[in-house]
């Protein structure tokens, strides 16, 4: 008997022919290329024993698009 | 090198702590590319905790809503995560101890077996085990995962001992699938039943949650650790009811 459907096109599992180097750097530019979904899924989790992060509030004091007043933040890390 | 192959190294600087699982995993079995975040299966002690830390510290990384990364929390099942930006990428990092549906056994087998190994991940059958969810997009996964066991006749011929439902193949492809279809959907309710407790013991955690977000934004991760662990004494527990596995 032979199994009909197929999630991933050939060109998906061509993975398998890839250096190890090629695959590195395909497999981050597929990231980087997936970060246009990010707003879609910010609340999402894709494991673990949480669904959605809370929501919080716009209009509170600890609105995540600014800090609470009074805190600078950090400079941000860089990680070459 | 990939971030999320970069970060299973330096989880595993000296020592094996750290085992890639999830959608990564499926990357290095060379099956697709598929997912934006890192999973990460933990050693649960305390050194291990403490070093996970110290390497999301150096990426700036913060706390995402879920159980503090300490082994108090970890060891009753709940998991921890993370999130910051490495040139451009937003990089998601989710931590258990306790995967799902692998029995104690296995775990301990599964920490001998990847001693050693600079960036270890998942192996096919404890994989597909971890992807047997509530999301029907994980089933697809495990489908093509399966196909991998052609090269393992042994494994598929233990397989067909444990799955009652091959013996429906004689009657032939419709009801196979039936069979299948129905298997699918047991284990989907299976893991909704696993996580309803953790979702109803979270529910005040998750009411002041907003509260700790803001007082730990833009604040080192040590600093934030120690908030959030303060703060999740008494409001979450360190257990709920119902199996972990």
Do not use: C
Request: hydrophobic share 40%; charged share 30%; aromatic share 8%.
């Amino acid at each position: 008997m032979q199994i009909r459907d197929e999630f991933l096109s050939d060109e998906d599992l061509d993975l398998k022919s890839l250096s190890d180097e090629e695959l590195d750097r395909v497999w981050t530019e597929w990231l980087v290329q997936a970060q246009i979904t990010n707003d879609l899924d910010r609340s999402e989790y894709s494991h673990g024993v949480f669904a959605r992060e809370p929501a919080i509030d716009a209009g509170s004091q600890f609105s995540p698009m600014g800090s609470p007043s009074g805190k600078k933040k950090p400079a941000p890390v860089t990680r070459l | 090198m990939n971030i999320y192959l970069r970060l299973t190294q330096e989880f595993n600087d000296g020592r094996l702590r750290a085992i890639l699982s999830g959608g990564q995993a499926v990357v290095l079995h060379r099956l697709a590319l598929m997912s934006k975040d890192g999973d990460w299966i933990l050693l649960e002690d305390d050194e291990t905790m403490g070093h996970i830390l110290s390497v999301l510290e150096s990426f700036g990384a913060t706390y995402r809503f879920g159980a503090p990364l300490d082994i108090r929390w970890m060891s009753g099942g709940w998991s921890a995560h993370f999130e910051f930006t490495y040139q451009g990428i937003r990089v998601r990092t989710d931590f258990i101890t306790r995967p799902p549906r692998l029995t104690a056994d296995r775990i301990e087998r599964l920490w001998r077996d990847k001693a050693g190994q600079p960036a270890p991940f998942l192996d096919v059958s404890d994989l597909i085990e971890t992807k047997k969810t509530n999301r029907e997009k994980d089933y697809a996964v495990i489908g093509e995962l399966a196909r991998l066991f052609r090269e393992y006749p042994q494994e598929v011929a233990e397989i067909k001992r444990q799955r009652p439902i091959l013996a429906s193949i004689p009657d032939g492809l419709h009801a196979l699938e039936a069979a299948l279809d129905a298997e699918r959907r047991a284990m989907i309710h299976a893991n909704e039943d696993r996580l309803s407790p953790y979702f109803a013991a979270s529910e005040a955690w998750s009411r002041i949650w907003p509260d700790i977000s803001g007082k730990i934004e833009g604040r080192p991760l040590s600093f934030a650790h120690a908030a959030v662990v303060d703060a999740a004494l008494g409001i979450l527990p360190f257990a709920v009811q119902g199996e972990l596995t």
